[in-house]
Every structure is written in C-alpha cells, then in structure tokens.
C-alpha cells in the first residue's frame, strides 16, 4: 500500500467517525437525553465538521498529466527477451514511475511463468501475473523495487499499538459497565463490572487478528501488528485491523491469511458464548427485560446462535423466551456478528479477499457490489442496527489485495474450505426458518 492510499484510508476513517460521532452523542452516551445531550450535540458536530474540512479541503489532483509523465508504449528492442520468452507480447507500455505491463498469452502455466520470473527478476524487480483487463490474455507486470520500498522500510511504531490497545481497554470497560447500567464516570470503582464484557470481546477481536498476523509471517508477507480502535461510546471499539505491507505472492497467500482470522476468532469466541449463556437469563414471552441498556435477545434471529442457545440452556429456552445476555455471553455474540461482517465478500474484508481468491477479480467485485448493496437494504427493511455497520464497511471497504500471481487457482481444499466460511456466514446471519420453531421451541422475529 502505498503511502497515498494510506492517506486515503485514514481519511475515510475519519470521514466514517465524522458522520457517526454525533449521533452516538446524542442518543448512545448513558444518562445523555435529547435535551440533556444538545451541548455535547452540538461540540461534536462542530468538531467532526472541521475534521471534514480537513480531510476534504485538500488540492484536487489534476485531470490529466503533462505530457512528459503520460505512459508510452515500448518498443520491441526495449522489451526484456526474457518476457517475450514467456509471453506471446501483444502490448507493451511503461509508466512514469518505470514500471512495464506487457499484454498476451502466457506460453506455460502462470505458476510456471511467476516462478520463472521471479527467478530472473527479483533482485531489481517485484514481477506481477494479472488478469489482462483489457483482454481475455493475461498482464505481465514488472516493478520496480523502489517504487513500494519506502513502505516496507517504514519501522513498526510499537508504542501506537499499545496505545491503541490501552485505550480499547478503558473504552470496553467502560461500555460492559454502561450495559450492565453502571457509569463510571460516576462510580470508577466499579470498573471490574465491565471486565468480562471487555477482556472477552478484546480476546476474540485480539485472536482473530493474531490468526492472520501468523499466517502472513508464515508466507513471508510483512505486516503490522494489531491496530484496535477505540471509540467512546456503544460496543467501544470498533474493532482491530493488520496492514499488509507486501503483497501476498498468489491467491494460496491471500486465502490463508484471510481465512486464518475468522477461524481462529471463532475459536474464542463460541466458547465464550456456551460459557457467558450458562449465566445469562431466559425471559418468558410476554416479560419485559431487566431495564439495563443490553435488552433481551430473541435467540431466532440466527440460525448458529439457536443451535448454541438450544444446545447450552436445553428445556430452559421455549417457544417465545428471549435471553438476556451476560457479558461474556454479549461478547461471544459479538464475536459471531464481527465474525459475520468480515466474512461479508466485500473488498478488503476478509470475506472479499476469500472471494477474490476463489472467483478471480471481476466476479469478486461483482460478488461485492450485490453483498454491500444487500447489506444496506438489511439495515434499511430488515433491522437498523445494521445501519452503522453497512456505513463503515461502505467507506472502508475499498478493494481486496492484489496477489502477485493472480492467476493460478487455488487447490481443491482450499476451495471448499472457502465455501465452508461462507456456508458460516450464512448460518451466522440467518434466522432460524419458521419451519423449525416448533422443534427448536424458540422464537424467529423475522417471520
């Protein structure tokens, strides 16, 4: 990634807090009313509308470059042999920044050819197998090490990640305090109330990441460690991210990393939920829920959640009941929701490299398109508290990484493997059918 799609990155996070900040102000912040929140309303719209200034008041890039920088096509003494040995070359151009794209059919398999020319080309050059889009052919890609060396010799600046993490810390805590109806600005001796919500949630979000920090170190692919995000209100957090720093070498790569996190999240995160249940509480239909801020949850609304609430609470759990979460059980609950949404195929999600990986770039993109457009319509008709959700991964999604060698396949296990993950999307996200209410003794609030 280069240091301008940093920028942007960044800027669309703030973009993202800008537009949610000041709701979370006005309705989310315990003991804060409409009236009673008007002045923090108003101080936080007044400071996301200057971070907006910022972040868009920049110089706009010009239409077009000047002549002397446009691309130019390459002629034929100027083409490395090496290529044309193993490609049929139909076009071939350089960039400004010196890197060459040549245009054919590849005359072996594309392992074959990326194998080939990495061999040839490593010491001087980073070679790329794409998708011709252009053509049916394929794109030979060959750039320059300097071109993304300034990133990768960019040191890991440990002391923000440990920042960061504190800080989710006090913000977790905070929040699991607030949904049990504690405030700790108010009462900060009773911060242990908020701990199991906090480290439960902060374990799973903190594995899932570690599941694909280990795998890309196991592929040699330099990447950062955890960024967690804080945020002072709601879930406190809106969750944790890697950076990849280098590319992954072919899809193989990109599947093993993308896959690693929601399995290993998942590892933590339904054990924590059979635990959490064995404490939670099971309301009978027709009683109102405890009055703290975490309500009752119906059990229905997900296929995977009945199946673990049915298997955990037994004859407990009828027809109509809803359950009132404990901490650690919201977390794991949590731990299946986040698990959901980065499964969804939508750019640099997980989901979105996990179905680049499978399908190749344009049905992946496609595939995307149809998941956030699908997502927006579910929090529009269906339940809103997706609305926040749908608002993050449409500013933050951007596109999936692309591999080196885009064109070699990925073996029948992973394949399968890759169906198996979204198979669990669907679980996680589906309500039990109507079909079943009567069996499962539950209730399903979509139908």
Not at 229 to 250: C, D, H, R, Y
Not at 314 to 324: A, R, S
Request: net charge neutral; proline share 8%.
């Amino acid at each position: 990634m280069k240091r301008s799609t940093q920028v942007a990155t960044w800027s669309r996070l703030l973009l993202v807090l800008a537009f949610l900040l000041p709701l979370a102000a006005l309705f989310l912040l315990p003991g804060v009313g409409l009236l009673a929140g008007a002045h923090w309303f108003w101080g936080v719209l007044l400071l996301c509308f200057f971070v907006i200034l910022l972040t868009a008041g920049g110089p706009a890039e010009p239409a077009t470059e000047p002549p002397a920088t446009r691309r130019r096509m390459l002629p034929l003494e100027e083409q490395p042999q090496e290529v044309r040995e193993l490609m049929d070359v139909e076009i071939a151009t350089e960039e400004p920044t010196g890197v060459q794209v040549f245009r054919g059919r590849l005359r072996a398999s594309a392992a074959a050819v990326y194998d080939r020319l990495k061999h040839i080309f490593s010491a001087r050059t980073v070679p790329l197998i794409q998708e011709d889009e252009q053509g049916s052919g394929a794109a030979i890609i060959l750039m320059p090490k300097p071109v993304e060396q300034a990133v990768l010799e960019q040191p890991v600046r440990l002391w923000v990640h440990l920042l960061l993490f504190g800080l989710t810390v006090i913000t977790t805590t905070w929040a699991g305090a607030a949904h049990q109806g504690v405030n700790l600005l108010r009462q900060p001796e009773r911060f242990t109330v908020g701990l199991p919500y906090a480290l439960g949630l902060l374990t799973i979000l903190g594995v899932h990441e570690l599941g694909h920090y280990f795998t890309a170190r196991r592929h040699q692919m330099k990447v950062t460690p955890p960024y967690f995000i804080p945020v002072p209100f709601a879930l406190g957090t809106f969750g944790a991210f890697i950076q990849m720093k280098s590319p992954p070498e072919n899809r193989r790569a990109l599947f093993d990393v993308a896959v690693a996190g929601p399995l290993a999240g998942l590892i933590v995160a339904i054990p924590a939920l059979l635990i959490g249940l064995r404490s939670s509480v099971v309301i009978p239909a027709g009683v109102a829920p405890p009055d703290v801020d975490m309500s009752g949850t119906s059990v229905g609304s997900s296929f995977l959640f009945a199946l673990l609430a049915k298997l955990t609470l037994g004859e407990k759990l009828e027809y109509g009941h809803m359950v009132q979460l404990s901490p650690l059980a919201f977390a794991g609950w949590l731990g299946l929701f986040i698990t959901a949404l980065n499964l969804l195929p939508v750019g640099q999600l997980d989901g979105g490299h996990i179905s680049r990986a499978l399908f190749g770039r344009r049905i992946a993109t496609t595939i995307g398109s149809v998941a956030m457009w699908t997502l927006l319509l579910l929090a529009l008709f269906v339940w809103p508290g997706l609305m926040m959700w749908a608002i993050i991964v449409f500013f933050l999604a951007g596109t999936s990484a692309t591999p080196l060698n885009d064109l070699t396949p990925l073996t029948p296990g992973r394949r399968w493997l890759g169906y198996a993950a979204f198979l669990l999307l669907g679980l996680i996200l589906a309500p039990l059918p109507h079909a079943l209410w009567d069996n499962a003794g539950i209730h399903c609030p979509y139908l």
